[in-house]
């Protein structure tokens, strides 16, 4: 209706730029339209008719005469407007095996998008040409919907997106139409190219099929896992797990035929998806293949996605803690006893104990601290972690002191202050090189004891509740009462004011009032903490000697210090598991023995494959990133691929082989086929909606189809013509003037004064 009154559809006018065609001025037109006011109403002036009568014609006269000025000034819209045959639109659907899930038990999100593509409506527009494409194991021109291809094992949408708006051919390409459930499997969707389909400067309008929801299914998402551990250590496993109210499931883990763990989980308090953390012995050493499995009774639509693999190295080869105490004290004696059955770290400690004398404990050989607090970087930089107690900073020369701030900044290592007589303030850490290291303010003073012997309750903040490696039970609320039944610790010191960017974790109740007791913060690429009380050693005497609150406190806390120190050399992993892939990236990130990146063209590593063949592969330096070396492996056979650095670096020798490498050298792959698309089977629409607004584009539900034919026509980046739309013939300015004149007439009738 609107386009019979207006000649142009309401889209149209929206898009066009309104201007006359005449090109006269407008001031003429004013002026014309005022002269034409003023013989108007000198003509009425003279009638003899009442002064509202003559007011009223008047109005309509000059209105009238006013429309008629106006279509002799040839009002127009400037349109750029698509020329048929000039442009194409690229129809990508997707025909991986997710697509052919039945969500309402009858037609799969397959047969929905092709019946999309078969109306002809859509893809034999006379303004478009239809390019048709599949997406699954890669981007496929297709001739028809009636010639699929085969190969739809995985989802490489984001490569089939940045593949065809780079693509040229004779036809501009107005827009893209991507037909999916939005699952991609291939982790390509990083900056670099969200920044180049942006650029593409062409729309792609998403269309989303499936339901976002799961139904009659439990889904082990991901497993997150150190893939190394100490023998006969606890392992904490965060499994994210999706589920549809399914009531409850039981959760499993086995290595090999041997049973780790096995527990309930009851799901009827659960959001549909979340996180939850599991602890099992890590056993003796050796390389583990583990199984995660979670299931229920219930039947389930789908029994892949219950299963997910890691594997796990056992080994005798703890990370090394250098603990510097300035005096004999309880804290020292109880903080090495909670430590010394845990196999991920061997505390090296150095314990004045008078004046130029020190105890050592743990070290290697005798000449290991031989000296005291080690002199040169080399040999402060060998630790994974730094604890320093009760000890003064003037016992450490002024090149010490920057070595241990370089400890945090350069090496990327974890450092930790104790409270203590002589510790954090009232030992000058806050006058000392190291204080840009620390994440709190220390007192400067000298006059001023910050150390105080008092009894005071210990609680988490509400950001050290959340924090994983201070959790005492993995139960939120059984968690939250061990924390309020730990018994006062026996002293406190001021850990001064928190700097910009800390994080308080532990908070200290005095007199009614809160104080930070931990604080926490990453400086370079380290981390340190300070913490203010060495009193903890009271959890373990005032609690019945088989709690182990005190144990479980001290062995998170330091085994978060090893596992956030940098290594040397270490593997990049986006993904343990390698589904349905023919390769699978490499990345090592490696070092110097002063942690400066190392330089060089390649380095070598050897690939152990399933079947036990050996290989060796060459990985290439990055140019864009220093100490970065990167290359692929062939994956060809189903099953655990071990990864080893075993060429010589910065001095140490080469191992023989691929199992032999230490194990921090050691990364491993595991490949599974026709897997991939059973996993996260849901709809992702965030990211279809996403990948539609970033190009300009839009996205339509599977409901909303009939609306894209519209939405090509308005958000398209076709090759358009400039077209001149007169508006001077409008139906409704004729309509107009024929009823003005005639609403005159029939009142001038009414009036008897023609």
């Known amino acids: 209706m609107f386009e019979f009154y207006f000649n142009y559809s309401r ?19 004013l002026v014309l339209a005022v002269l034409g006011a003023v013989v108007v109403i000198g003509g009425l002036w003279r009638q003899q008719i009442g002064p509202g009568r003559k007011v009223t014609v008047a109005l309509l006269q000059i209105g009238l005469l006013v429309v008629a000025l106006w279509m002799v000034w040839r009002p127009s819209l400037r349109l750029e407007s698509l020329q048929p045959g000039e442009n194409s639109v690229a129809y990508l659907l997707d025909t991986s095996s997710s697509m052919l899930n039945t969500d309402d038990g009858s037609t799969s999100r397959l047969a929905n998008a092709l019946a999309l593509l078969d109306d002809p409506a859509l893809t034999n527009s006379a303004m478009f040409e239809a390019d048709l494409y599949s997406v699954a194991n890669g981007l496929e021109a297709i001739a028809s919907t009636d010639t699929l291809p085969a190969d739809n094992q995985r989802s490489k949408i984001a490569e089939s997106v940045r593949d ?38 062409v729309p792609v309008h998403t269309v989303g099929f499936g339901a976002t929801h799961l139904s009659q299914d439990i889904e082990l998402a991901e497993v997150t896992i150190d893939g190394q551990a100490g023998i006969e250590s606890t392992v904490t496993a965060r499994l994210r797990i999706r589920h549809s109210d399914i009531g409850d499931a039981r959760v499993r883990v086995f290595a090999g035929e041997q049973l780790l763990y096995a527990d309930d989980l009851d799901f009827s308090d659960k959001p549909e998806e979340f996180v939850h953390s599991i602890n099992f012995n890590s056993g003796e050493a050796g390389i583990k293949n583990l199984r995660f499995l979670v299931d229920s009774a219930t039947t389930e639509s789908n029994m892949v996605n219950n299963t997910q693999q890691r594997m796990l190295i056992v080994s005798d080869n703890p990370k090394r803690v250098l603990y510097v105490e300035g005096e004999p004290r309880w804290e020292y004696k109880f903080l090495r006893r909670a430590l010394s059955g845990y196999s991920n770290a061997e505390i090296v400690s150095l314990l004045r104990t008078s004046p130029n004398k020190f105890y050592r404990q743990g070290v290697n050989d005798a000449d290991e601290l031989a000296d005291g607090f080690p002199a040169s970087r080399d040999a402060l930089f060998a630790y994974d972690a730094i604890i320093i107690g009760s000890l003064e900073a003037v016992e450490l020369s002024t090149e010490q002191q920057a070595n241990l701030r370089d400890y945090v900044n350069i090496r990327g290592g974890s450092l930790l202050f104790i409270a203590g007589r002589n510790g954090l303030g009232d030992g000058g850490w806050g006058r000392s090189a190291v204080s840009a290291a620390l994440p709190v303010v220390l007192s400067g003073s000298n006059n001023v004891s910050d150390y105080k012997r008092q009894q005071i309750s210990v609680e988490p903040t509400r950001q050290g509740y959340r924090t994983s490696w201070l959790q ?50 990453r400086y370079g690429q380290g981390q340190s903490y300070v913490f203010g009380t060495s009193g903890t050693w009271r959890w373990q005497m005032r609690m019945p000697s088989e709690n182990q609150w005190h144990e479980t406190f001290w062995q998170q806390f330091v085994s978060h210090l090893v596992s956030g120190s940098l290594p040397q050399t270490s593997f990049e992993q986006s993904s343990p598991v390698v589904r349905d892939a023919d390769e699978f990236p490499v990345s090592v990130i490696a070092r110097q023995n002063d942690f400066e990146p190392l330089t060089g063209g390649e380095i070598a590593v050897n690939v152990e494959t399933p079947s036990g063949q050996t290989k060796q592969v060459t990985l290439r330096a990055d140019i864009n990133q220093p100490g970065r070396f990167t290359g692929s492996v062939v994956a060809d056979e189903d099953g655990p691929y071990a990864v080893a650095l075993v060429q010589e670096l910065a001095g140490e020798a080469a191992a023989a082989s691929v199992l032999a490498s230490a194990p921090e050298k050691q990364q491993w792959w595991i490949k599974q086929t026709n897997s991939a698309e059973q996993f996260n089977t849901i709809q992702n629409r965030p990211f279809l909606e996403r990948l539609a607004s970033e190009t300009g584009g839009q996205y339509l539900a599977a409901a909303n189809v009939d609306q894209l034919a519209e939405l090509l026509t308005l958000q398209n980046a076709g090759s358009t013509r400039e077209s001149v739309l007169p508006l001077w013939n409008m139906p409704a300015l004729f309509i107009l003037l024929f009823l003005g004149k005639l609403l005159e007439w029939f009142l001038r009738l009414r009036w008897k004064r023609l």
């Not at 898009?15 to 037109?29: D, K, Q, V």
């Not at 040229?168 to 190219?193: I, M, P, Q, Y």
């Open 164 to 201: 065809v708006l780079e693509s040229v051919g004779d036809r501009a390409l107005a827009a893209v139409v991507l037909l999916s459930d939005g699952s991609d499997n291939t982790d390509t969707r990083d900056a670099s190219w969200w920044a180049a389909i942006k650029a593409a400067g």
């Open 472 to 521: 005492l039970d993995e139960d939120a609320a059984t968690n939250n009462n061990y924390w309020s039944e730990l018994p006062a610790v026996a002293d406190i010191q001021s850990v001064g004011e928190p700097k910009p960017g800390s994080t308080v974790l532990l908070e200290a109740l005095v007199d009614g009032s809160r104080e930070p007791l931990l604080v926490w913060h």
């Open 11 to 29: 889209s149209t006018w929206e898009r066009g730029e309104f201007f006359y065609a005449s090109n006269w001025p407008l001031l003429a037109f």
